[in-house]
């Protein structure tokens, strides 16, 4: 009977599993953004592509908010400024930043910047939150931060990161605000969900950074033709704003809510892995030996964050 016991996971295990299956769905969805925003980038200007899609997060987080849990809750001073400030920095900032840098640098240094976002969480939670994570929890950070690059750069992390500083202008400053404001989103979401539930913390960011955006992509207006609105551009928006923002976010958050920011961020690094994959797959673009490697060790990296005690 002890010896089942022992074998037995706890609830709070059971949840913790739950948690992490959840946050793997979210780097695949992420990563199946990068395909589903190249193909809407075609034919339709990158701030309205931006708000189609958060609109569309925003009506459906409103319908599982009220499904769910019987609509919104009614906002504190405090909590409306929380949640603004997770709408400013996780959704109008980070797509305003990540859209300038795309037009302004290749698609691979991005990606290259975008593996700095686990590191620059952890540090931030330990000096701002005295969270402790340990050597091995610093050691599994750095692990997928390896992965991650070695993906990236085909393995010539050396070469590449060195041309990347070499050439850094405009478009990396772009993307450096971009990491810095998820940083910030994630970190802010840890507050928030002190007095919110996951679905309401993130149905009132999603709306708050939905008319931001909008009010952005006024300016895109006169660019617009009604040969741009495709059922497949419709189609891919939908995408993005269902499974790409409202579920992922959420999910997200609830990672953050039940293992912490800097184990739940550490997840992202498996977004270049599906990136790579669904293009193989789904573009038929070539896939390296580099890329399986930095996979792995971006997968052994993830697993030791989460599963170390210290």
Not at 36 to 54: D, E, H, I, Y
Not at 116 to 125: D, F, H, N, R
Not at 185 to 212: D, E, K, N, Q
Request: hydrophobic residues 55%.
């Amino acid at each position: 009977m002890s010896s089942v016991s022992k074998i037995t996971p706890t609830p709070a295990e059971q949840s913790n599993t739950v948690a992490y299956v959840k946050l793997v769905l979210c780097a695949l969805f992420w990563g199946a953004t990068f395909v589903a925003g190249r193909s809407a980038m075609q034919t339709m200007p990158p701030l309205s592509v931006a708000t189609g899609r958060f609109i569309v997060a925003s009506l459906l987080l409103l319908l599982i908010a009220y499904r769910a849990e019987g609509g919104l809750p009614r906002l504190s001073r405090n909590q409306i400024w929380v949640t603004l400030a997770l709408g400013i920095t996780g959704i109008a900032l980070y797509n305003l930043f990540f859209f300038g840098a795309l037009q302004r640098m290749p698609a691979g240094k991005t990606a290259l910047l975008v593996a700095l976002s686990p590191i620059l969480v952890a540090v931030t939670v330990a000096v701002i939150m005295k969270e402790k994570l340990g050597p091995y929890r610093w050691g599994g950070i750095a692990l997928a931060l390896i992965g991650t690059l070695t993906i990236v750069t085909r393995g010539d992390i050396l070469n590449e990161t060195q041309s990347l500083l070499q050439s850094f202008g405009w478009g990396e400053l772009f993307m450096l605000a971009a990491i810095i404001s998820w940083v910030g989103y994630t970190v802010i979401s840890r507050f928030a969900l002190r007095g919110l539930s996951p679905i309401a913390a993130t149905t009132y960011a999603t709306l708050w950074g939905t008319l931001i955006l909008a009010l952005g992509a006024l300016t895109e207006i006169h660019t617009l033709r009604a040969e741009m609105l495709t059922w497949q551009s419709f189609l891919t928006i939908f995408y993005l704003g269902s499974f790409g923002s409202a579920i992922a976010f959420i999910w997200y958050n609830e990672g953050v809510k039940k293992i912490g920011p800097a184990r739940t961020v550490v997840f992202t690094n498996l977004v270049p892995v599906f990136g790579v994959l669904l293009s193989y797959l789904i573009l038929d673009e070539p896939i390296y030996l580099s890329m399986i490697v930095g996979g792995a060790i971006v997968i052994a990296g993830v697993t030791l964050t989460n599963q170390a005690k210290k």
